[in-house]
Structures are given as structure tokens and as C-alpha cells.
């Protein structure tokens, strides 16, 4: 059960340390203070929430870790608050439960997911709604907002979506809401080759019907998935008459047709979600780049051996994989004990990453972020969603920077100073770094036309400007290639 607030009301904290993070439900706020998250309950919510964490449902999906992990705060936890939560939060009586959650390690967001994750949520969601429903719980709310990746596995944190449902009610009203932010994007980007990205962060709440239907050409409109979930919905709303009267709730003649009703319409949802499952081993621009022969064989073992002798000598916690490519380094790191997070702006190869590491277990969260343009704050105040750089400032006891820097300072026109000052705020303290020379094959290719921009660029230069942020500990020529690896920690 959960425990109550203080009996006296809290005092709003000072600190930038605390603020509330999401207030859109009318049930309560997520609140972080000093890195710790709580959850307000008020009365309305409190309980409609115990009801669903004494289900058998909440039990199962905690325990297998597909749903957040939570524990009531005593008094003595309550009292400890006073004076340190936001001053939107002031004045929160005993009626309120407040509930701490399991934090999970590296929160991150649809925008920054291969199609593969927000399936995979898409799946979870499905899962929960028909778990619920079996004992009269219903999912009100089927946003990807309400899941994290704890690694590669979904998990639902989003306990206030949960209510006791009418059992004669058939209507899913989360349905829409699945269809704009599920079933939708996954439609676009399979057959139409759309960005999760350029979605999400221009519409939080997904895409209408209406909208998609603007994209789509005649032949499209007919076809699957689009006549289903946008050509028909557009048009029956065309149809409708729109007064603005809100519509009656339409009851079953019993609560086991009610319930028999929404759970057909759950596993129309299913099917339609599983035919909208990516395609694996697609093709894309860099899909093939580690098969290349940008190395010897020689050479490709040379650089696997610099790199594992690292990780095993110094053993970071956790690894920041930038332009991880298919994560041939990521799976490195996770089978040495690393809680690894690899970004790479090519949604396919993360996509592809993102199922090895669901299917053999690896410690890798795989995300679309490129790293010159990486993921802002969102939201209200740029508080509901934090930036890919918030979020990473040193929270990496090690950083991977392999073959990426040129592409950096070429494709991207970051100087060289701007890249090393970066990758301080990402490290706690390691840097395992590529030296590609300007008259490197792959350097000559992106830098076709513009070479006179780079012709200072070598060696020593690099080296200097290294030691301005870290110690180099050791650094190996690569057999058969003019790269160089470089293992440094931060002064």
C-alpha cells in the first residue's frame, strides 16, 4: 500500500536541484530532487493506483522489470523532503501519497529510438493494456512517453496510467492516442522511410490521420497500413457532423460482451502492430562500413586488442559509444561489465544493434543521436525531456571516439579543440580516441574539394591539443594503416 504525506505541508526547496518534471496528468507530478525521483499522488489518483499495485498484473511486470519499480516513503522519508522539493509542490497535505521509483540509468525518448524500440514499446504497452483489462483495470493513456529503456528492455514508469474500468465499457479511449504515436510513425517509417526524429520533435503527441493522409499519393491512401489507420478515419471524420457535442458512453448489454468487445479491439491493435514490425539486415548508407577493409585483418585485431586491454585494465562502469556504427565496440565494452549507451545517426545500424543486444542479453542501450547535432530539451520550459548532453554531462566513466573524429571535422566543421572539450563534459575520466591523418583514404573522400582546410592537421598537433584536456596514457600505430589509437584520462 502507499504511505500518506506529512501531516504538515511541504516547503518548496531552493535549489535548481529540484523540479517537477511532468505535471499533464491530473493525478499527480513526477518530481526529481537531487537526482531522486517521486511521484505525488493526489487524493483523486491515490486510489485508482493502489488498485493497480495490488493487481497480479503489477506484481508479474515488476518483477520481470517491464514495469518501474516503486516504494511507498514513510513518514521518516516524507519528513526528510521538507524543504527541498519545488515550490510547485508547496503545500501538499497527508491526503497526497508520494511513491520514490527505481531510477533508471540513461532515460531517453522516442525521438532518439530506432524504429525497433518504439516497437518494442508499442509491444509492451499491448501487453500491459491486455494484463489490466483481465482484472478490470484499464490503460487510459498509450503514450511511448510512458516508457524508458533500462538497456535494451522497455519499461513502463507511467503507474498513474492505470484505472478501474466500467465492466460494461468496451471503448479503448488510448486507442487514437496508440494509432497517432504508435502504429502511425512505425507505418511511415517502414513504407514511406520517415525519421522517427523529424516526428516526435516536431509533434510530441504524434500525427493525425489527416496529416498522414497529405503525405500519402492515391495509390498509398488505398493500400496497407494507410487505408486502415489514416484514409478511413480521415474520411468517416469528414463525415461526422461536428457539433461539438461530446458523444454518450455506450455501455455492452453485459460486462462480458464489454469486455470480450475491447479485448478484440487490443488484439486488432496487436496485429496491426506486428504487421508494422521493422525488417531486419536492412541496407543503408553505413550499414557496411565495418566490412569496408578500412583495416587489415591485421589491423582490425590490433585496434580489438588496444581497446579490450583498456576496458580490462581500467574497467569503466559505464561506456559512451560515439558513432558506434553496428557496435562491434559496444558489445566489447558489455561483455567486459560495461553498462553501455552507443549513438549513431544511422537508425539502422542502431536498429540492428538494438536487437543483438535484446537477444543475447548485452548491457547496451543503442540510440539515433548524432553527436554534432545531438537531442534538445523538450517540453514545457525544457523540462520534460532533457537534452542528450544534460543527461550525458560526465555521467560516462569512459568515452569511445573510434574513427569518428574526422568525419566531425570534416562532414560536420567542428574544430578539432571543440570535439576534445566536448568529450571532457561526456568523461568522468577515460577517452579511448582515433587519429585518422588527413591523408587517410576516408579522410581524402569527405574532404574532397576542401583539403587546404586540414593541411595543418597531423600528428603532433592532435597530441597538443589532446594534453590540453587529458594525460595520454598510450597510443599504438594501426598495422598496415596510418590511424592511430590513442587511451588518455582526463586531468
Not at 222 to 229: D, H, I, K, S, W
Request: aromatic share 8%.
Amino acid at each position: 500500500m502507499i504511505a500518506a504525506g506529512a501531516k504538515r505541508a511541504l516547503k518548496p526547496a531552493s535549489s535548481d536541484r529540484a523540479f517537477v518534471s511532468s505535471f499533464r496528468d491530473p493525478a499527480g507530478r513526477l518530481v526529481c530532487v537531487d537526482g531522486r525521483i517521486f511521484r505525488f499522488v493526489n487524493p483523486q489518483g491515490l486510489s485508482a493506483l493502489k488498485d493497480f499495485l495490488s493487481t497480479e498484473t503489477a506484481h508479474r511486470f515488476q518483477e520481470a522489470a517491464r514495469l518501474v519499480s516503486s516504494r511507498a516513503l514513510t513518514a521518516e522519508d516524507t519528513e526528510s523532503l521538507r524543504g527541498r522539493i519545488p515550490a510547485q509542490m508547496a503545500g501538499i497535505d497527508a491526503e497526497w501519497g508520494i511513491l520514490e521509483h527505481s531510477k533508471i540509468d540513461f532515460p531517453c525518448f522516442p525521438y532518439e529510438w530506432p524504429p525497433e524500440m518504439l516497437h518494442a514499446a508499442g509491444v509492451l504497452t499491448l501487453d500491459l493494456a491486455q494484463a489490466a483489462l483481465k482484472e478490470g483495470m484499464g490503460l487510459k493513456d498509450a503514450s511511448p512517453y510512458n516508457v524508458l529503456f533500462e538497456a535494451p528492455n522497455p519499461v513502463f514508469v507511467d503507474l498513474l496510467s492505470f484505472e478501474k474500468r466500467n465492466p460494461r465499457d468496451f471503448t479503448w479511449l488510448a486507442y487514437g492516442q496508440f494509432v497517432r504515436t504508435f502504429l502511425l510513425p512505425l507505418a511511415l517509417n517502414k513504407f514511406c522511410g520517415s525519421p522517427l526524429d523529424r516526428l516526435f520533435l516536431a509533434k510530441r503527441d504524434g500525427i493525425e490521420p489527416g496529416e498522414v493522409c497529405r503525405q500519402l499519393t492515391l495509390a498509398q491512401k488505398l493500400r496497407f497500413p494507410f487505408r486502415t489507420l489514416a484514409t478511413l478515419p480521415t474520411w468517416l471524420a469528414g463525415k461526422s457532423s461536428g457539433n461539438g457535442t461530446p458523444a454518450r458512453q455506450r455501455l455492452a448489454r453485459s460486462e462480458e460482451q464489454g469486455r470480450f468487445i475491447l479485448q478484440a479491439l487490443l488484439r486488432r491493435a496487436r496485429r496491426l502492430l506486428d504487421r508494422l514490425k521493422p525488417v531486419p539486415n536492412q541496407v543503408s548508407k553505413w550499414s557496411s562500413y565495418e566490412s569496408s577493409n578500412r583495416y587489415s585483418p591485421a589491423g582490425a585485431q590490433v585496434k580489438e586488442a588496444f581497446v579490450s586491454e583498456a576496458l580490462r585494465e581500467f574497467r569503466p562502469k559505464r561506456v559512451l559509444d560515439v558513432g558506434a556504427n553496428r557496435g562491434r565496440y559496444s558489445e566489447l565494452a558489455a561483455r567486459q561489465g560495461s553498462a553501455v549507451v552507443a549513438i549513431d545517426s544511422d537508425r539502422v545500424v542502431m536498429g540492428e544493434l538494438w536487437r543483438r543486444a535484446r537477444s543475447q542479453g548485452l548491457n547496451i542501450l543503442p540510440l539515433v543521436v548524432n553527436l554534432a547535432r545531438p537531442s534538445p530539451a523538450m517540453g514545457w520550459r525544457n523540462r520534460e525531456s532533457s537534452s542528450f548532453l544534460e543527461r550525458a554531462r560526465e555521467h560516462f566513466d569512459a568515452v569511445l571516439m573510434l574513427a569518428v573524429v574526422h568525419h566531425l571535422l570534416v562532414t560536420d566543421g567542428i574544430p578539432l579543440a571543440e570535439i576534445l572539450e566536448a568529450s571532457t563534459e561526456l568523461t568522468r575520466d577515460l577517452l579511448i580516441i582515433e587519429f585518422v591523418p588527413p591523408d587517410d583514404p576516408m579522410f581524402r573522400q569527405l574532404a574532397y574539394g576542401r583539403e587546404e582546410l586540414h593541411t595543418r592537421l597531423d600528428q603532433e598537433l592532435f597530441e597538443t591539443a589532446c594534453r590540453k584536456h587529458y594525460f595520454i596514457v598510450r597510443s599504438l600505430q594501426i598495422e598496415g594503416s596510418n590511424r592511430r589509437l590513442y587511451l588518455m584520462r582526463k586531468r
